[in-house]
């Protein structure tokens, strides 16, 4: 049992360029989410999932976009990276009713 | 407005004291859920506590209590018996449960452990 697993690590991006940050569980969680961590800004959430094929957008969803085709994954996409993005992403799953979110280990992008 | 606020940017502890980390929330949601979460310097986020609104007990986890004053719409975390492992930022977070489900986190709270 994984948990949630989160890839790449660590990325270098250029203005413009476009990625996708990976995400997947193997907890069979409804429930997954994508947050940015800034310094002294918390974790703001950008995108959420309550299940495959159905998306929202958080409180940052601006230069995001997001698709859930099955349960485990849940990838998220830059379209036209910016160096507003550069940040700390983390990926989150919880089942439905559940207290407990469980967290990826994080993604650290940076955007020159 | 803010959803959570954590107004201790920084605190320091002395090992094996006590400490208590600040929270407060907004919201008019009668039914919600309160979360503390722990980053040591690894990155990685650690669970440590939940107290549901209607939760008529305060929530305890080993050495974690979570001091919850409704009126107040406060929700202080403190830890028991500090030790150096628990040098880490620690963040407040909320969830509205008939609103939505979205979690809304504080800016959080660096704590220092002292030998």
């Known amino acids: 049992n994984a948990g949630v697993t989160q890839t790449p690590k660590f990325q270098v991006l250029k203005t413009g360029q476009s990625m996708t940050l990976q995400c997947a569980q193997d907890?069979?969680?409804?429930?997954m989410s994508w947050y940015r961590q800034d310094p002294g800004m918390g974790l703001r959430l950008i995108h959420y999932?309550?299940?495959?094929?159905?998306?929202d957008q958080g409180e940052v969803p601006n230069g995001y976009n997001v698709s859930r085709s099955t349960t485990e994954d849940f990838p998220l996409r830059l379209l036209s990276a910016a160096p507003s993005q550069t940040s700390v992403y983390f990926c989150?799953?919880?089942?439905?009713?559940?207290?407990?979110?469980?967290f990826g280990p994080g993604t650290r992008l940076t955007v020159l | 407005a803010q959803k959570i606020t954590q107004t201790q940017p920084g605190m320091f502890v002395q090992e094996k004291e006590a400490v208590t980390l600040d929270c407060t929330y907004d919201?008019?949601?009668?039914?919600?859920?309160l979360f503390w979460y722990k980053q040591p310097s690894s990155g990685e986020m650690i669970f440590l506590i939940y107290?549901?609104?209607?939760?008529?007990q305060n929530a305890t986890e080993g050495r974690y209590s979570l001091n919850f004053q409704k009126a107040r719409k406060s929700a202080n975390l403190v830890i028991s018996a500090s030790q150096l492992g628990d040098s880490a930022m620690y963040f407040c977070?909320?969830?509205?449960?008939?609103?939505?489900?979205?979690?809304?986190f504080g800016t959080g709270t660096s704590l220092t452990v002292i030998p």
């Open positions: 989150a799953s919880r089942r439905p009713g559940g207290n407990e979110q469980f």
């Open positions: 907890m069979n969680h409804e429930y």
């Open positions: 999932s309550v299940g495959a094929g159905i998306t």
């Open positions: 919201t008019s949601d009668p039914s919600y859920g």
């Open positions: 107290q549901g609104s209607y939760d008529q």
């Open positions: 977070a909320m969830r509205e449960i008939d609103t939505g489900n979205q979690f809304y």
